[in-house]
Nanobody, 122 residues
Framework: DVQLQASGGGLVQAGGSLRLSCAAF????????IAWFRQAPGKEREGVSC????????YYDDSVKGRFTISSDNAKNTVYLQMNSLKPDDTAVYYC???????????????WGQGTQVTVSS
């Protein structure tokens, strides 16, 4: 069946880097958009970045623009999020989700990965 698996999180100091991966299974990867959301304790799930695999368009939240880069390897059915210059405010569980068109609304995503924890210490 359809499955997304997020990985690559960890504990880093401020200014460090992490590379997250979202591996997709069970559907035609090129027909969908994949987004990264994050959720901190007590906060709403917020959109971080999205890539449309059909046309290659990318989107970034203002809080991460210039520091994070999203990319896709359609042959491997995998989306990556390269995170540089990490800040303590980036600490959250990061989820990848599937949709047809990139959106900042979580309700537009029909499948989610299990999430991976990113912790940035000061």
């Amino acid at each position: 069946d359809v499955q997304l698996q997020a990985s690559g999180g960890g504990l880093v100091q401020a200014g460090g880097s992490l590379r997250l991966s979202c591996a997709a299974f069970g559907f035609t990867f090129d027909d969908y958009a994949i987004a990264w959301f994050r959720q901190a304790p007590g906060k709403e799930r917020e959109g971080v970045s999205c890539i449309s695999n059909s046309d290659g368009n990318t989107y970034y939240d203002d809080s991460v623009k210039g520091r994070f880069t999203i990319s896709s390897d359609n042959a491997k059915n995998t989306v990556y999020l390269q995170m540089n210059s990490l800040k303590p405010d980036d600490t959250a569980v990061y989820y990848c989700g599937r949709t047809t068109v990139c959106s900042t609304y979580p309700r537009e995503y029909d499948y989610w990965g299990q999430g991976t924890q990113v912790t940035v210490s000061s």
